[in-house]
């Protein structure tokens, strides 16, 4: 609840009246959100960058945050700057097993005699006698007075004393990481708004942040439509099916840093609609699925309207996924607006529609810097089919092999389905192919663009 209350309040700033006046901030770089535009279809690059454009405008400066236990701070997006707390490495430290040395001295090949020894763990010793050399281990810190650690391979030994295998010579720093090297005390060392993996989350404990403040996640409200909608326990009658983009998309939504609240089903009715939507609408970001397209129980549009939304668009030339809306409606209590995208019902479409277009958002909602679709480069190992006429962008399911052999690019290769609702197809895949809207067929062994899931 805090986190949303706290994305609420920086979306005020899109208010045209918002309470800190921020209105205009926002609209300044984004495009006007002119209804009468609401029936022109984009180009996937438009509405690209007109999501792009809100997503700017968005700040992450009212945004509700929480102090997490570093175990459980994967994926969240950290709120404060991590700065390093000492120097880092906090001591000269060896990276091998064998002898710290001057490397000038050691590099005369005469023989010297061990002084001493350091494991890691041990304080640091020294300084290091002149002529001698100091047995250290890997992360073991380097005594005063040496500039290099031989490796105990390099070496031969006779009784006590020892020297450098010739022709071999050692130059300064080399198996040494100097104290700092990595970091100085007080560094700012990661961002506002970085989402937090293994190595930030290793770094930040390597900094002594056994817990970090992290923004709340935003809460993402998930309003399914369809008469033909029942749940996943039910039973479905003739004509019936299971409901199966709620669960979904709250899987989507949760990998994509957000709280799914998944909202009752809404019937194809407006009493229905407007019911759900005006609960709906409270959420920090709002996705409905279904009722946007032009059948005569596509209700959704009506209904936003109803609420006063403004719509930033209302089609996009993509495949699956071309009836597509963005925009943004007011909430009950006056304050803000919600950013809302209607996205098609059927599954793939509403996969692939919020992978591009909601994904983003919602990482910008919940304060991350890297928000954003995820494409990679990838080769075809089979053609696409060669009747698909150009004129949209298609995102085509297809599966592709992440583990290639060296030097080579993931192979991939688009699945056959029957179609935007075909979830056992949808099921095989794990990327899609993203065909250019000139093209109307992609060769064997092109390479392609794909959009990870
Ligand atoms: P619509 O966008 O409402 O016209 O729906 C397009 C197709 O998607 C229809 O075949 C719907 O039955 C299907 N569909 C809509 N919503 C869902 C849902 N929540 N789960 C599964 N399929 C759906
Ligand atoms: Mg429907």
Redesign the pocket.
């Known amino acids: 609840m805090k986190g949303a209350s706290g994305c609420r309040e920086r979306l005020s700033h899109f208010a045209p009246s918002g309470p800190r006046g921020r209105g205009r901030l926002a609209g300044a770089g984004f495009p006007s959100t002119i209804h009468s535009m609401s029936s022109a279809l984009l180009t996937y690059d438009e509405a690209a960058a007109r999501v792009g454009a809100y997503v700017r405008g968005l700040s992450s400066a009212g945004l509700g945050a929480e102090r997490v236990e570093l175990g459980h701070a994967a994926g969240r997006v950290l709120a404060q700057v991590l700065a390093a707390d000492q120097d880092q490495p906090p001591f000269g430290r060896s990276t091998r097993d064998g002898f710290a040395c001057r490397a000038e001295e050691i590099s005369r090949h005469e023989l010297l005699r061990v002084a001493g020894a350091t494991q890691a763990g041990e304080a640091p010793a020294g300084p290091l006698p002149l002529n001698a050399v100091w047995e250290i281990m890997t992360g073991a810190p380097v005594p005063a007075g040496a500039d290099a650690v031989v490796m105990i391979e390099h070496v031969e030994r006779e009784g006590e004393r020892l020297r450098l295998l010739p022709p071999r010579t050692m130059h300064g720093g080399d198996n040494v990481v100097a104290r700092g090297a990595q970091a100085r005390q007080g560094d700012a060392l990661l961002p506002v708004g970085t989402p937090l993996g293994p190595a930030q989350i290793a770094l930040a404990a390597t900094c002594g942040y056994s817990a970090v403040e992290v923004f709340a996640r935003p809460r993402v409200a998930i309003l ?3 008469d ?2 029942v749940a996943v326990d039910a039973e479905p009658g003739p004509g019936q ?6 669960p ?1 998309l709250a899987a989507l939504v949760a990998a994509a840093g957000g709280e799914p609240w998944v909202q009752q ?1 809404a019937a ?1 009715t407006v009493e229905s609609l407007d019911a759900a939507l005006r609960q709906a609408v409270e959420g920090d970001l709002l996705l409905i ?5 032009a ?1 005569k ?2 209700l959704v549009e009506p209904a936003l309207e109803r609420m006063r939304a403004r719509f930033h668009f209302t089609g996009v030339r993509i495949q699956p996924g071309k ?1 597509l809306v963005f925009g943004e409606v007011p909430r009950r209590d006056g304050r803000g607006l919600t950013p809302f995208f209607g996205l ?4 793939i ?2 996969a692939a529609t919020f992978l591009l277009f909601g994904a983003p958002v919602l990482g910008a909602l919940g304060g991350s810097r890297e928000a954003g679709p995820r494409f990679a480069l990838a080769q075809l190992a089979k053609e696409t089919d060669k009747h698909a006429k150009p004129g949209l962008t298609r995102f085509l399911p297809a599966r592709a092999k992440f583990n290639p052999p060296e030097g080579q690019l993931p192979q991939v290769e688009t699945v056959h389905w029957h179609g ?2 075909d979830l056992a197809a949808f099921a095989r895949s794990n990327c899609f192919v993203v065909v250019p809207e000139e093209t109307s067929r992609l060769d064997e062994g092109a390479i392609v663009r794909i959009l990870l899931m």
């Open positions: 399914t439509t369809g033909e909608l099916i299971r409901n199966s983009n709620a979904m089903t194809d699925s279904g009722g946007v397209s059948g129980f596509d009836p098609p019902g059927n599954p479409s509403s935007s609702g």
